[in-house]
């Protein structure tokens, strides 16, 4: 399977770049795949397709699955407050969102497939579970040794131009960042209307 067509195709669909080159695939083919990509009545959709696209987005953003992004939204929504506020501190706070706003890896897949392998410390434990949701204060470090991987060299040369999040104290030179507290709605940079995606739960 061509994995990295698929999830061009997948940017193409949603409209937004979920990997450095399904981002410059973008910029040359902007319309979604198939022979009527571009026409407006495709684009306009109805309520609920509107509403469908907003929950994908977020889930390709965040790479899980339908079961995990059920199990968040009913999180949030038992939290008190905004559900929409709760869901995405919900998702910010994963580890492997963490490695990847702070450029420690350059795609969120890229992200976990790092701390599966055991590439990554949080609070100096290693921790192998994607999912694990990271507190104010938690460090996120690259292995000392695996900072020499050719992966990890060029996510720390990407580190100088990548833009950084008020809500996390990154180091190039430690490959570290560390989360500085729980980020609000409007300081995380994902790219979708959140309130829809609690709507088409609370269908």
Do not use: W
């Amino acid at each position: 399977m061509n994995t990295r067509g698929a999830k061009i195709r997948m940017s193409r669909q949603l409209g937004i770049a979920i990997t450095p080159k399904a981002g410059r695939a973008l910029e040359r083919r902007p319309n979604p795949p198939g022979q009527h990509g571009g026409t407006k009545d495709r684009l306009k959709g109805s309520e609920y397709k509107r509403h469908l696209r907003e929950k994908q987005r977020l889930r390709a953003q965040y790479n899980i699955d339908e079961k995990q992004m059920r199990n968040y939204v009913r999180m949030a929504m038992q939290r008190p407050g905004n559900p929409a506020d709760s869901l995405v501190q919900l998702l910010e706070t994963r580890l492997d969102a963490i490695v990847y706003r702070a450029g420690l890896a350059r795609t969120i897949y890229e992200a976990k497939q790092f701390i599966s392998h055991g590439h990554i410390l949080v609070n100096a434990i290693r921790v192998n579970i994607a999912s694990q949701r990271l507190a104010a204060n938690d460090l996120v470090t690259v292995k000392e040794e695996s900072r020499k991987l050719a992966s990890f060299v060029e996510a720390a040369a990407e580190m100088v131009v990548r833009v950084t999040v008020p809500y996390l104290e990154r180091s190039r030179e430690q490959m570290s960042a560390k989360l500085l507290y729980v980020p609000k709605l409007s300081e995380v940079p994902a790219l979708c209307e959140m309130s829809m995606v609690i709507e088409f739960y609370s269908r």
